[in-house]
């Protein structure tokens, strides 16, 4: 019966069901406010039919809103950001105190999507490009891959459209959510290889870019290199392979000239 409940509550076919009747309890919670007598209320203010909700909704938007204050334009300094963009490059972070060093791993992955200064794209060339872009180049060569999204043209833009209004939407099954589950955790336990053919062949990719980054959005670095074997080596863990084909170089190798943008 509980896991019954609990499978409920996780399939995301119910999402909009659960949200109803979450809105349904809230309405009936404030709405029985109006009807509690108050005798023995110790502020004016305690006579207020539903003013508990309401002083409990606006606080908790205040305090989220003091925190991103504080977080952004108080507490985080400039060389914050650099401790940030290190344990997002090596995955770990450190910490000294008391003659002590200590070491975190930093299990992150970061998805980030961002409009350009001025919201909207004023042309797509290389140099009209980069002065748009809305992070410093020492935060975007932190992200193994950066795509740049074109105003869709009449028909794509038809073809978002269609989709949009289509009902016919794909519904996940929960034993196919628990089964990606558990794939996804074995595949990112096997320990993978890179044998020295592919990885000269990695090597020469790299060069090649960093000969072409003139022309490119993004500063080619080492990062890049640390990137494309890791890149490589999650291709050949969606196939559950130990060692880096030759079929997983030329994927990855597709994905990232499609990143930097090379013609």
């Known amino acids: ?3 019954g409940f ?3 509550l996780a399939n995301p076919d119910n999402k909009r069901t659960l949200k109803a009747i979450f809105v349904i309890v809230l309405v009936i919670v404030f709405g029985a406010d109006f009807l509690v007598h108050r005798h023995h209320a110790v502020f004016i203010w305690d006579e ?3 003013w508990s909700a309401v002083y409990g909704f606006v606080s908790c938007v205040i305090i989220i809103f003091v925190y991103l204050l504080l977080g952004h334009g108080v507490l985080m300094k400039k060389e914050d950001y650099a401790a940030l963009y290190n344990a997002m490059e090596k995955g770990f972070i450190t910490y000294d105190k008391g003659g002590h060093h200590y070491r975190f791993d930093a299990l992150i992955r970061v998805l980030g999507t961002a409009n350009p200064q001025g919201d909207k794209f004023k042309g797509y060339t290389t140099e009209e490009l980069r002065a748009q872009l809305p992070f410093d180049s020492a ?7 950066t795509f740049i999204v074109k105003k869709a043209n009449l028909s794509e833009f038809a073809e978002i459209a269609e989709k949009i209004v289509s009902e016919d939407k794909v519904k996940v099954k929960l034993n196919d959510i628990l089964f990606l589950k558990r794939y996804i955790k074995f595949a990112s336990a096997l320990d993978v290889e890179i044998p020295q053919g592919m990885a000269d062949k990695i090597k020469n990719f790299a060069t090649s870019l960093k000969e072409k980054e003139e022309g490119m959005l993004f500063e080619v670095t080492p990062r890049t290199v640390i990137g494309l074997t890791r890149l490589a080596k999650a291709s050949a863990r969606m196939e559950l392979r130990s060692i ?3 079929k997983d170089l030329e994927r990855v190798f597709n994905i990232v000239t499609k990143a930097y943008k090379i013609d």
């Open 48 to 50: 207020i039919p539903g």
């Open 244 to 246: 880096v084909e030759g």
């Open 139 to 145: 935060l975007l060569t932190r992200f193994h891959l």
């Open 6 to 8: 609990w499978g409920y």
């Open 1 to 3: 019966m509980s896991r």
